[in-house]
């Protein structure tokens, strides 16, 4: 049975204005990353070729690849994949390569290590492990992977594999990537900055085609995110920090440390966010910057995966921003930075986790408004809504399927597709998006209920970096 007229108009009447001021919030968040796409994608990635011959007439810092994994199942492959670009960069110049870069793994999985260890036994650069001791306990009873990061700055402080220079260190998720002639970028920027924490662009084109179709919808809502990662990182206040491609003077992270110990006896989920925060209050913005190096990832494979990966970066963020809150060097900072900074983070969680509402209500009510507004003009009659309002919404629709197409663009161009399949890949990104955004922004909103509600326990099972593994996973119900 249909509803009634009366009936339709009632709900649209109670609906429309909450789904324009929702809409509208999101359209502002659209519009921050927008600008930094239109006028300043400059400065978003390096282009500039650089070349060995280049970097010998530098004072190159000595940069250090760190990996910290948890071990689990399939990552062994995804972690060789990572370091082999490394040495293919060195195999250009061994000599000097070999003297400026090493590779660190910092693993809970022996077997792991004595992989890695013997894979690259003979290679260019060194390529050392440390096995993280299950009996391991820092001072302040960190867990999970800061547990691991901070191990690995308690044996740099103890002089393990100290380099005799200016060092940095390059933090990799498992599976990430960076080509030689990033690496050869990277290089060229830290040899002429004076910034101590900076990070540059990643994309998401690895084992694109074995990640279901609604995970890589989900992944084009990303690289767009990160033109907005540029303008934090410039700015230097740490609205949100990823771990991946991320570079920090090794002097400054071993005094900082990652004993970022626990909220409410639960472990941190979003080390990277904590860390952030904590070397914003200590040392001020004046050492954040954006190196525009590009680095690989790949997708989840199954959207359960994705959920998970989702609803763990803004439950980690909740956490961190409580934790800061209560932090005497936070209350220390001025007002105006401590509110704009706590408002800015609520605005990007709120409206994150608030696509989920809109997205669903968007489904049910624009096809109603479409008719409605389509009846108006051929029937001359007054429309639904008035004419600037349906401009605006129009503008927020186009900058946001605009934003998929963008953010799938960038993951295509680098995953080994040809043209014609590059561009099949970025229409059905575009036309799952509504879908996917509803999976994607529900993790959200589910990560934020759950907080509300009280729930502060959590885990780290890092998202599958193979197929096998993540099949396990779903089978396992971890």
């Given at each position: 049975m249909?509803?009634?007229?009366d ?13 324009f ?6 359209g ?8 930094s ?9 390096l ?8 970097l ?44 400026l ?16 260890q ?27 992977k800061?547990?691991g990061?901070?191990?690995a ?17 390059v933090?990799?998720?498992?599976e ?15 040899a ?28 084009a ?12 990182m ?9 771990g ?17 110990g ?7 989920i ?39 990966q989702?609803?763990r ?9 409580t ?14 930075t ?5 408002w ?12 989920a ?5 968007s ?10 507004a389509?009846?108006a ?11 600037f ?10 900058m ?14 680098d ?8 561009a ?19 993790a959200?909103?589910r990560?934020?209920?759950?907080w ?10 890092p998202t ?8 396990a ?6």
């Amino acid at each position: 049975m249909s509803p009634t007229p009366d009936l339709l108009n009632s709900a649209l009447t109670v609906l429309g204005p909450f789904l324009f001021v929702a809409v509208s919030l999101i359209g502002v968040r659209m519009a921050v990353y927008w600008w930094s796409f239109i006028f300043f994608w400059r400065r978003f990635r390096l282009r500039d070729q650089v070349t060995t011959a280049e970097l010998r007439k530098l004072d190159v810092p000595f940069v250090k690849i760190q990996i910290t994994t948890r071990g689990s199942a399939g990552s062994t492959g995804v972690i060789l994949r990572g370091i082999r670009n490394v040495v293919e960069l060195a195999m250009e110049d061994p000599a000097f390569y070999g003297r400026l870069l090493s590779v660190e793994t910092i693993t809970e999985s022996a077997e792991q290590a004595a992989a890695v260890q013997e894979t690259f036994r003979d290679g260019p650069v060194g390529v050392d492990t440390l096995v993280v001791p299950a009996s391991y306990a820092t001072p302040a009873g960190t867990r999970l992977k800061a547990r691991g990061l901070h191990y690995a700055v308690e044996n740099r402080r103890g002089l393990w594999n100290r380099k005799p220079g200016r060092t940095f260190i390059v933090h990799y998720d498992e599976e990430s990537v960076m080509i030689p002639a990033e690496l050869r970028k990277l290089m060229k920027v830290l040899a002429g900055t004076d910034r101590k924490i900076l990070e540059g662009p990643i994309f998401y084109p690895l084992e694109y085609m074995r990640a279901g179709v609604l995970c890589r919808s989900m992944e084009a809502n990303r690289p767009i995110g990160c033109y907005e990662c540029r303008r934090v990182m410039e700015s230097g206040v740490p609205f949100h920090l990823h771990g991946s491609n991320l570079v920090v003077d090794e002097a400054l992270e071993n005094e900082l440390g990652w004993d970022i110990g626990c909220l409410d006896g639960e472990p941190f989920i979003a080390e990277d966010f904590v860390f952030g925060m904590n070397a914003f209050t200590r040392y001020g913005r004046e050492i954040f910057d954006w190196h525009g190096c590009l680095m690989l990832e790949q997708p989840p494979f199954s959207v359960r995966s994705a959920f998970r990966q989702r609803y763990r970066w803004i439950f980690g963020v909740l956490q961190g921003m409580t934790a800061a809150a209560r932090s005497p060097r936070f209350r220390a900072l001025p007002f105006k930075t401590r509110a704009g900074l706590l408002w800015g983070i609520r605005l990007r969680v709120g409206t994150f986790a608030g696509g989920a509402v809109v997205g669903v209500l968007s489904l049910l009510v624009v096809p109603v408004f479409a008719a409605r507004a389509l009846t108006a003009i051929i029937l001359e009659d007054t429309p639904l809504i008035p004419e600037f309002a349906s401009l605006w919404l129009a503008v927020i629709g186009a900058m946001w399927l605009g934003s998929v197409f963008v953010g799938a663009w960038h993951n295509v161009a680098d995953a080994g597709l040809d043209r014609w399949t590059r561009a099949a890949e970025i229409a059905r990104a575009v036309a799952v998006a509504p879908i996917a955004g509803i999976c994607e922004t529900s993790a959200a909103l589910r990560a934020v209920i759950a907080w509300a509600s009280g729930k502060r326990e959590v885990e780290w099972i890092p998202t599958p970096k193979t197929t096998q593994a993540d099949r396990a996973s779903t089978k396992g119900g971890h």
